[in-house]
């Protein structure tokens, strides 16, 4: 998908899975979400892992999972203590 962001378009795709996690590419910046910080991606099938979107230029979204990310949590997890469990 696309993020278009201060005039540009940048893309996003999930670029690795692991048994640790998945990496998601955005633009030119690697983030990584490691299964124990992430769990629900931990039991979802691959083809619904690659099937991330772009919405409202903030948020990354799984539709097949229901998981909605902002960019800025992965930008910034010290400003969003919470986590699963």
């Known amino acids: 998908m696309k993020l278009k962001q201060h005039g540009k378009n940048i893309s996003a795709e999930v670029s690795h ?3 640790h ?3 998601v590419l955005v633009g030119e910046k690697e983030y990584c979400l490691p299964f124990t910080d992430y769990p629900w991606f931990k039991s979802a099938i691959v083809s619904d892992i690659h099937e991330v979107k772009v919405v409202h230029e903030t948020h990354l979204y799984w539709p097949a999972l229901d998981i909605d990310l902002e960019l800025d949590s992965l930008e910034h ?3 969003y203590p919470l986590r699963a469990r």
């Open 21 to 23: 996690g998945i990496w």
């Open 77 to 79: 997890p010290e400003r």
């Open 17 to 19: 899975i692991s048994i």
